[in-house]
């Protein structure tokens, strides 16, 4: 079975940084897009970043400028490293393969983050 393992969340300070480690169960994210989601209380969880399997990234516009997504095959992980936090970047962030706009494995526990102010 597919697990997916976010780490690498905490409490920071808002302008400080936090750099994500998303772990796949096998080689599950070759030749496919990777995405970064994140949950915030009482919200829908929305797609932040994504990273296609040629390496292209695109990113949603809270998080552009700030928000750097990557990727390694070989080691079945994908990263966000995140710069300049906000409080509104409080959420639980998870990972997932992406087709078309379709997650598709079963989500992880995801990495809490929480930006005080």
């Known amino acids: 079975q597919v697990q997916l393992v976010e780490s690498g969340g905490g409490l920071v300070q808002a302008g400080g940084s936090l750099r994500l480690s998303c772990a796949a169960s096998g080689n599950i994210f070759s030749r496919k897009a990777v995405g970064w989601y994140r949950q915030a209380p009482e919200k829908q969880r929305q797609l932040v970043a994504i990273?296609?399997?040629?390496?292209?990234?695109n990113y949603a516009d809270p998080v552009k400028g700030r928000f750097t997504i990557s990727r390694d095959d070989a080691k079945n992980t994908v990263w966000l490293q995140m710069n300049s936090l906000k409080p509104e970047d409080t959420a639980v962030y998870y990972c997932?393969?992406?087709?078309?706009?379709?997650?598709?494995?079963?989500w992880g526990q995801g990495a809490q983050v929480t930006v005080s102010s």
């Open positions: 990273i296609f399997n040629g390496g292209s990234t």
């Open positions: 997932n393969a992406v087709f078309g706009n379709t997650p598709l494995y079963h």
